[in-house]
């Protein structure tokens, strides 16, 4: 009999991290990062500007000149271009370090003039990926670099083309820096969302019928969960030390949000633990059900047996090889005219009240 061997996930690509005993800053690109291309965004209070495909030269010419920049990038293949963005913007060595190491934890680091800030984002909730914002910002700059295309941020992009000023045209760079997080925080919504319900659509059909398919499913949730508190863990306390900073980049009235963006983060932790202890629930309640199951079957064929017990002795006993011409004690039903259908009368009388007795005890 051929057995099919169940799918294989793909073994996971680690990052390319920096050689044993080197200098500590220094940009070491994985093989596998997408090449680097830049979006500058200039913005101010009364028009904005989209620099598509930028290079260090627009980042000299503009710098400067408009009272918030946003500089977008996006793949990490491009150290020699991340070091000089670096040096364009006074950057951190060891936060670029920490940009192009991807899989760094949750974190803020507070430096001279900026800060840096690292957020996992859910990049494709199927196969349970994760990717790396880092964000940069200072007094007038904001400076994200994403892994692959495909983020949160069009409806901040939208908000910075509306023609009429609103807060992320009319503030600092630390309201942006600030919106541009509280959307990767949450863009976990949906995906928290999207598993209560699939976790409810379980649950029903564990009280209509219990199956094979189910205990994977809850599995892979449970799983999910465990990922999901993972990131949302270290980014709660992320965002509260943006919360308690006292530096000249984050002002009072932006922490004021940042704290909103805070409650959003441990009410999204709350949601995944309250899930992860549904399917811990629902995973014993699906073992208790496949017990309670193959314990009815068991009874069922137990009395099954008990029954046809007496009525295979009697069987056995009339199929002996009697002679009833030899003596009157030698089963002289078997030479009576209605001997076989009273026979079987007589067995059918004995299963029916083996039946009614059984209900009787309600062991039926």
């Known amino acids: 009999m051929d057995l099919k061997e169940s799918p294989r996930k793909p073994p996971r690509k680690r990052a390319k ?5 080197a200098s500590p800053g ?23 500007r989209v620099i598509e495909n930028a290079g260090l030269a627009d980042l000299a010419d503009q710098r400067g000149r408009w009272p918030v920049i946003w500089l977008d990038c996006v793949g990490l293949g491009d150290v020699d271009l991340i070091a000089g963005i670096g ?6 060595p060891l936060a670029l370090e920490d940009t192009v190491n991807v899989g760094q934890r949750p974190k803020v680091d507070f430096f001279e003039d900026h800060a840096f800030v690292v957020v996992s984002m859910i990049d494709d909730a199927a196969a349970n990926r994760y990717e790396q914002i880092s964000t940069f910002f200072g007094d007038d700059f904001v400076v994200t670099f994403q892994e692959r295309k495909g983020d949160p941020f069009d409806a901040i992009r939208k908000r910075i083309h509306y023609s009429q000023p609103n807060r992320i045209r009319t503030r600092k760079a630390d309201y942006l820096a600030y919106a541009l997080i509280d959307a990767v925080v949450d863009s976990y919504f949906p995906v928290v969302d999207s598993a ?8 029903d059909e564990m009280l209509h019928a219990t199956a094979k398919h189910q205990v994977r499913a809850l599995h892979e949730l449970r799983r999910n969960a465990i990922a999901l508190k993972r990131a949302l863990w270290p980014l709660k306390d992320a965002l509260a030390g943006l919360m308690r ?19 959003h983060a441990i009410r999204l932790i709350e949601l995944v633990e309250t899930q992860r202890d549904m399917l811990t629930g629902l995973i014993e309640m699906h073992l208790s059900l496949s017990q309670a199951r193959t314990n009815d079957i068991i009874s069922l064929l137990t009395i099954v047996s008990a029954i046809f017990i007496p009525l ?21 039903e078997l030479s009576s005219y209605y001997g076989y259908p009273a026979a079987l009368g007589f067995m059918a009388v004995v299963a029916v009240v083996m039946v009614l007795i059984f209900k009787r005890k309600k062991w039926l």
């Open 312 to 332: 295979t002795f009697l069987v056995g006993v009339w199929g002996m090889n009697f002679d009833p011409a030899s003596s009157p004690w030698n089963m002289p």
């Open 17 to 21: 991290r920096s050689p044993v005993g």
């Open 196 to 203: 209560s319900e699939r976790i409810d659509r379980i649950e």
């Open 26 to 48: 220094t940009l070491v690109a994985d093989p596998n990062a997408a090449k680097t291309s830049m979006t500058l965004t200039l913005i101010s209070p009364e028009s904005y």
């Open 245 to 263: 900073a006292d530096v000249p980049c984050i002002r009072a009235e932006t922490k004021v949000f940042l704290n909103d963006t805070l409650d």
């Open 87 to 92: 040096a364009t913007f006074g950057l951190h």
